[in-house]
C-alpha cells in the first residue's frame, strides 16, 4: 500500500484494512473532544495509536510510523 493510497483513505475518514509484510493491519480515526485520534491494529491487537491532535498532525505521525513498518 502507497502512502498516498493511505494518506487519501485518511482524509475520507475510512476505515482501511490493509496487508503489509504478511501481516494484517485495520487503520482507523475518530474526532474526540481535545483532537482526532488514529488507532492501528494489526491482527486484532492495539499496535499503534496517536495522541489526540489536528487530524492533518495525526496523518503525518501515522505516515512516518507507517514508513518504519
Excluded: I
Excluded at 11 to 38: I, K, P
Amino acid at each position: 500500500m502507497s502512502t498516498n493510497e493511505l494518506r487519501k483513505a485518511l482524509v475520507a475518514d475510512d476505515e482501511l484494512s490493509f496487508s503489509h509484510n504478511g501481516r494484517d493491519y485495520l487503520l482507523y480515526g475518530w474526532n474526540q473532544c481535545d483532537g482526532y485520534v488514529l488507532s492501528l491494529e494489526c491482527e486484532g491487537e492495539l499496535v499503534w495509536q496517536s495522541a489526540p491532535m489536528a487530524k492533518a498532525a495525526c496523518t503525518e505521525e501515522f505516515l512516518r510510523y507507517y514508513s518504519e513498518l
